[in-house]
């Protein structure tokens, strides 16, 4: 007899494409289940279910619980899961990737570990963040420089744009509240962000550590990839939210900035903009071309990879 727990798992040709999925799902205060290849989610209001296939990432708020069987159907969706503080703010833990190849880590170690080629990658990073203006030959400090004006720039012009008065970024980590609605909202998307940009890292199977512009944080990686977009789309949802109101702030900035994740198709950018930024030559499909399947080989001479599960006591290779 069959059973759920004997069910094989997905091959990543059989689940939804990075892309193609719901950027994101926050839950709190509920029991997660599983319900055949769709999980639950049940609170006070009753049960709602969510195809899991369709999601990108699962953020876990405070309250709440969530079954083996949901874990393992979510792991076989390649679904990332999160578990994050209260209004979605503070990231706790997260989850496995879904492709099954080393590509993409490969390619991403290769050019971090050479120092120039790293500064390439930073600056490549920068001219997607400001494609106005050059940053090539820039130092780090310039460029970093370069972040901080625009950065600067951009809060004043949605303050304009929105009429949400601003004075200056406050963040207490230890206190979402004690921050104006606007520094509120740029909080909450800036969390969610790093959810998402975490996803798409995991999914891609890159190593969310080895950073850019970033350096020295187990998710360095996961931060230069989120604020490639930070200007763009995170800090103008959280004006968005915080020029309707100061109530609940987070879940509206969640709300905006879910909007502007799935108008800009940003689960795509993001998966192109990875292999692009790591020179993979792959493809852009988000795991279904050299990335698909459990392929494993073993390194030989001349960088020459032979196949795995053989013994290869009696051959030469060259």
């Known amino acids: ?148 004006r625009r950065v600067r720039d951009c809060y004043r012009a949605e303050s304009l744009r929105t009429g949400v008065p601003w004075r200056r970024r406050e963040f207490n980590r230890d206190d979402f509240t004690a921050g104006d609605p606007p520094n509120q909202g740029i909080t909450a998307a800036a969390q969610c962000m790093y959810g998402v940009a975490h996803a798409v890292v995991a999914a891609l199977g890159c190593s969310p550590a080895l950073g850019f512009v970033h350096s020295g944080h187990e998710r360095s990686f996961v931060l230069d990839i989120a604020d490639l977009y930070k200007t763009e789309i995170g800090i103008p949802a959280a004006f968005d939210a915080a020029a309707e109101g100061p109530e609940d702030i987070a879940a509206r900035t969640r709300r905006a900035l879910r909007d502007r994740i799935n108008k800009a198709r940003l689960l795509d950018r993001c998966v192109r903009d990875v292999k692009d930024l790591l020179g993979y030559e792959g493809g852009s499909d988000g795991g279904a071309d050299a990335l698909d399947g459990d392929r494993v080989t073993l390194q030989s001479d001349h960088g020459v990879e032979v196949e795995g599960g053989r013994n290869h006591d009696t051959e030469v290779i060259w």
């Open 1 to 148: 007899m069959s059973t759920v727990a004997r069910r094989g798992a997905s091959t990543p040709r059989e689940v939804a494409r990075v892309g193609d999925r719901l950027s994101f799902v926050y839950l709190e205060r509920c029991v997660v289940h599983r319900d055949d290849n769709a999980i639950t989610a049940e609170d006070a209001e009753g049960v709602t279910h969510i195809p899991s296939a369709t999601i990108g990432t699962l953020l876990l708020g405070p309250g709440t619980r969530i079954t083996h069987q949901a874990m393992s159907v979510l792991g076989d969706c390649g679904a990332a899961v999160v578990w994050v503080g209260e209004h979605g703010v503070r990231f706790y833990a997260g989850g496995r990737a879904l492709t099954r190849s080393s590509a993409l880590a490969e390619a991403q170690a290769t050019v971090w570990a050479n120092r120039r080629a790293r500064l390439d990658v930073a600056r490549a990073m920068y001219r997607l963040r400001f494609p106005d203006e050059d940053p090539s030959g820039r130092t780090r400090q310039e460029l970093l420089g370069m972040e901080g």
